[in-house]
């Protein structure tokens, strides 16, 4: 990689005894290559209210690495959340990443705070200067944005709220990113923008995930996923290739770090690590 900038790796919660063990296998094949931090998604709602914390206590006490908690507001309340703040404060951690998360599917609570905009006020108004504070970014556009600077705006309230940094949204376009950063800056958004990186490991259910989360996938990836077919090792050469390249040119471009979203895999990740030629520290 034309210079060596610090990772991190995303997991969801497992909520089995068989996802804990594959998360196991996981994070020690992943942990080889010194990330920065391991954090670990939030569902909204209250389903997985306690596998969050667990996975992060896990990670810190088990695993011995810097596992971050992600926090949602939607679906939450004031007290709730500051619970959470508290018991992250006391496993130790010192990072978080802050978000509105979505609304499940025919689920009606709404929570106290609408915005990731307030969650990260709430943080710092309780925490002062305790957490570093990650956001999201969209560089394609948030799909419930009502356009693409509405949502410029947006982002720059939650970093005028106080967060320290933003992870993208995956995203397979690096003109996308790139013109984001730009427009952030024109707007003096100076935190650093990171972004977040899918490996492909299913190509149909990236698809389906990628409608929800306005994440496009170029036609030329997907023409060439289709002649593939169920050739499942030119499949994932081909993709942790192309996005093997496409992290050596964003950070060739300036990108300061690189977030994977691994689902609880490590072979895709890996793949693409190995490319990427960073050695295991
Ligand atoms: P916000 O920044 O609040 O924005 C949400 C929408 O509201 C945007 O369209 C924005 O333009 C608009 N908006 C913001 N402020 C205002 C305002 N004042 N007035 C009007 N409109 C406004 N989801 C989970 O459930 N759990 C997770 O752990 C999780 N982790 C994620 C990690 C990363 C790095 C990323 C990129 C996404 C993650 N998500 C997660 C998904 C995220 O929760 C969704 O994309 C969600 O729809 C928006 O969250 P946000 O924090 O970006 O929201």
């Not at 006391?90 to 609408?114: E, N, W």
């Not at 496409?246 to 895709?268: D, I, K, Q, S, W």
Request: proline share 6%.
């Amino acid at each position: 990689m034309a210079a060596r900038v610090p990772i991190s790796f995303e997991f969801y919660p497992p909520k089995t005894d068989e996802q804990r063990e594959q998360l196991d296998r996981t994070v020690e094949k992943l942990k080889a290559h010194a990330p920065q931090f391991m954090s670990v998604t939030f569902g909204a709602g209250g389903s997985t209210l306690s596998h969050t914390p667990e996975t992060v206590q896990r990670l810190r006490s088990e695993h011995r690495v810097a596992g971050v908690p992600h926090i949602t507001c939607v679906g939450g309340n004031r007290e709730e959340i500051r619970a959470l703040l508290k018991l992250y404060r006391a496993l130790g951690c010192d990072r978080v990443v802050a978000l509105r998360g979505d609304t499940p599917s025919g689920m009606v609570r709404s929570g106290d705070l609408r915005y990731a905009s307030e969650l990260v006020e709430l943080i710092r108004a309780e925490h002062g200067r305790h957490f570093h504070i990650e956001v999201a970014a969209y560089p394609e556009t948030h799909p419930q944005a009502g356009d693409a600077l509405v949502d410029l705006r947006n982002f720059k309230a939650k970093v005028d709220a106080g967060a320290d940094g933003a992870i993208t949204q995956y995203f397979y376009n690096t003109d996308a990113y790139f013109r984001f950063v730009d427009d952030a800056r024109a707007l003096g958004i100076e935190v650093p923008i990171v972004p977040g990186i899918m490996p492909i490991s299913n190509f149909s259910q990236l698809r389906r995930f990628s409608e929800a989360c306005g994440a496009e996938i170029p036609r030329w990836i997907g023409q060439r996923m289709r002649a593939y077919g169920d050739d499942a090792d030119a499949i994932r050469e081909f993709a942790s290739d192309f996005i093997a390249r496409m992290c050596e040119r964003l950070v060739a471009g300036g990108a300061p770090g690189l977030h994977f979203y691994t689902l609880n895999l490590a072979r895709p990740t890996l793949a693409v690590l190995r490319r990427l030629g960073t050695d295991p520290a």
